[in-house]
C-alpha cells in the first residue's frame, strides 16, 4: 500500500474512534446511571455552598457577640468608675431616639 492510502486509513480510524467515543459518551449521559450520578454532583455542591455560607454566618455572629460583650463590659467599667448607670443606646429603624426630639 502507498504512504497516502496507509495515512488516509490512520485518520479515518482515529476519527472512528473519537466518533464512538462521543456516542458512547452520550449514550452514557442519557441514561440512568448518568442522571443519578449528575443528581448526586449537584446536590453535593448544594451542601458544600449551604456549609460555607452557614459557616461564614456563625463567624459573623459570634464576632457580634464578642463586641456586645466588650461593650458591656466597658459600660460596667464606666459603671464602677463613675457611680452612675450607663445604659446601652436604643437605635429603632429610623434611627437613636435622642432626648432633645
Known sequence: MRTETIDALATAGSRTTGGGAVVGFLGWLASSQA??????????LGALVNWYYKREAN????????????????????????GRPVFPRQDTDWGGLEADE
Do not use: P, T, V
Not at 463567624?59 to 463613675?82: D, G, I, P, T
Open 35 to 44: 442522571i443519578g450520578l449528575l443528581g448526586i454532583c449537584i446536590a453535593l
Open 59 to 82: 463567624r459573623r455572629f459570634a464576632a457580634e457577640a464578642e463586641h456586645k460583650r466588650q461593650e458591656r463590659e466597658l459600660r460596667m467599667e464606666l459603671m464602677r468608675n463613675s
